[in-house]
DNA sequence: GAAGATTGCCGAATGAGATACGGTCTACGC
DNA sequence: GCGTAGACCGTATCTCATTCGGCAATCTTC
């Protein structure tokens, strides 16, 4: 993993349908050595897949909102309760005074309501605290440069 | 946007390497009908764009936080202040006692801090509340089947 | 209800690019 | 010094993306 793969991973999550060749020309490699790396970074795992970017707002995303999860106890073993509601988007177990911070899409509020019913009946849920997004300013994927830093 | 199409987009967001034939063939349809269809679904934006999805470990991005930002004048004019902080990745204007929801990814919790301070440098920020998180059960992708319910 | 226009699909052709391979150079260990 | 491993280059082949003409179904308009 060194300055070139960086740059790679960049162009790479700018654009994935770009030639090895212009990926190489942006190293200063030829496409065969570019994609060689590029190989090597799908096999390590730096590179978990190759995907498309989806606008939520075209397939029914229009409400986000971040909940605070409360909870009465350990919530550890819970990641496959959470993970069966497809509107939840990220679920982390965090420090504090809540114990799983969730992020949710759903078309509506009203769906956003049934979501927060769905979560509060999951096994060891005492509560939950929901902040609705107003605005998003951007969302964009890990920078690779910061290994620089 | 129709069933299909919602499927195109699933197949897509798992492996978008696969072929047109193959992804045809998922749908019922030829490798050609296939491509047109994904061609207008990038035209209407409803695909962004195709990129990688890079591991954040692999790339120094081991700690990861959320942030409430708390201000004291209007903050939606402030998306580049937001941005030109490169471990920022989310930045939201959310409704709520604190006016900016921000999701930060560093290497260790002492450039952690320092993104704190930068965050707080920011003109119009009076505080902010970190939450670590401790364990992530699942980050994934905005689910096209949604559109259908 | 009929003619025209539009849309979505198929199947084939072609051109571009992914992938594999042999050869060269450098770095490193013995 | 010699052998090995790793990274790169240039080339060759072969798959696949992309384009095109033609056809059927649907919608529009009169």
Redesign the pocket.
Known sequence: MDH?DRVLLTHLQQDA?????AL?QAV??????A???VRKLRERGAIRRTTVEVDPAAVGGAVLAYVMVDSVSWMGDSAQDFAALPEILEAHVIAGSASVLVKVRTSTTEQLQDVLRRIYAIDGVSGTQATVVLETFFERPVSPELGTG
Chains 1, 2 share one sequence.
């Open positions: 070139i349908t770009q030639s090895y060749a190489g200063g490699l030829s496409a065969g050595a994609h060689e790396r």
